[in-house]
């Protein structure tokens, strides 16, 4: 009977069955399972208040009507016993639910020490997915922008923080909202027991681009995760062929271009194995390997997707000119118009479309290793 309802609430809660949905009531987590229950013993518990409370409302109204009781009914001040009972129910009924709360905010809020750790960085308007356990191994922490991947069928223990203000970690299906909060880093369990992709926003009001805030949640099955994490760690940007496209975006990616004032990408963006430390920007590692850009504003920029010339102008135009396309983006521009840091104009730097497309061809050469491609069979 359990199950039946848990399914029922499922069916409720997500509106539609197959393929991705965004859902609380997904009940492949253990987190979702843990409220829905609870959930519905404080609708079970409502339920029998409001029909009883009902019943002797109708009863009321039927046996006292005036038209059957000409006499006037007795008279009486006061009954001690009734008000015990009016004070004692309620305090039962609250007692009864606080128990069931906090027995389920203990089971949710350990962390195990089994846990696969991972951290998330919120800022505006863009999330960082950290892997700190793999430092040590991977010679620095593995990071990827906006996708966060983890192993289905296991506990995950994600602890965010925030770059600026307080955003709001939240994939539904996942589990509940938690804060992101500046200098703050706080740890807490999320766990599917199906491999899929699922969608994350940033649930806190934080600025221009709150809504275009996005991330993806890929959960791998643990063979797929392994091999993701051991091809991360192991990961070094490709060095482009001398000449190439790709080269000359490299260097523009690394150096910017000092006579037309555009900054160099990598004084914001970190790309494993190259000289490109930058934090200030989401790290642009396994670029070419995401399916998102400009932290889930565009969607599905699959690998055949790159063919299409509409992807290609998406991208151009993100590199051009990003708070054109994104409210708020802190990314400068390329094409000499003014932007905007902390409310404090600044005056772009330009690059030629010829070398935009540079920088996007090397860009779109940071792939992770087909085995290793999270995406690999979604839609
Ligand atoms: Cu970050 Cu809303």
Not at 121 to 147: D, I, R
Request: some cysteine.
């Amino acid at each position: 009977a359990r199950a039946a309802a848990l399914a029922l609430g499922t069916a409720v809660l997500s509106g539609c069955g197959a393929g991705q949905y965004i859902s609380i009531g997904d009940t492949a987590a253990g987190y979702n399972r843990e409220v829905l229950n609870l959930g519905l013993w404080a609708i079970a518990i409502s339920a029998v208040i409001f029909i009883g409370v009902s019943a002797a409302l109708f009863y009321t109204v039927q046996k006292f009507r005036e038209d059957r009781n000409t006499a006037e009914p007795q008279q009486f001040h006061g009954n001690n016993k009734l008000e015990v009972w009016l004070v004692a129910v309620p305090i039962v009924i609250v007692l009864g639910l606080s128990v069931l709360s906090v027995r389920s905010l203990a089971r949710l809020n350990p962390v195990s020490k089994e846990s696969v750790g991972i951290e998330a960085l919120g800022a505006q308007f863009w999330w960082n997915f950290s892997y700190p356990a793999n430092a040590a191994a991977a010679g620095g922490v593995v990071t990827n922008g906006n996708e966060m991947v983890m192993p289905a069928e296991a506990k995950i223990a994600v602890t965010t923080t925030s770059r600026d203000v307080i955003h709001g970690f939240w994939a539904p299906n996942l589990g509940g909202q938690r804060a992101s909060i500046p200098t703050v880093k706080k740890s807490w369990q999320l766990d599917t027991d199906r491999p899929g992709v699922y969608q994350g926003n940033c649930s806190q009001l934080c600025g221009a681009s709150h809504a275009n805030m996005r991330f993806k949640v890929v959960a791998l099955p643990a063979d797929r995760y392994e091999t993701f994490e051991t091809a991360a760690q192991a990961y070094r940007a490709p060095t482009p062929a001398p000449g190439s496209a790709e080269a000359r975006g490299y260097t523009i990616f690394m150096q910017g271009k000092a006579a037309t004032g555009a900054i160099a990408c990598a004084s914001c963006h970190r790309v494993q194995g190259t000289p490109a430390a930058g934090v200030s920007g989401p790290d642009l590692s396994f670029f070419g390997t995401r399916r998102t850009l400009g932290a889930g504003k565009w969607e599905a920029m699959t690998p055949a997707r790159w063919e299409d010339p509409e992807a290609a102008r998406i991208l151009h135009l993100w590199l051009k000119n990003s708070p054109g396309v994104k409210p708020g983006s802190l990314m400068p521009t390329y094409d000499g118009s003014t932007y905007y840091v902390n409310g404090k104009p600044q005056k772009g730097g330009v690059l030629t479309d010829q070398e935009i497309d540079d920088v996007a061809a090397y860009l779109r050469s940071l792939q992770l290793p087909e085995e290793a491609d999270y995406w690999r069979g979604s839609p």
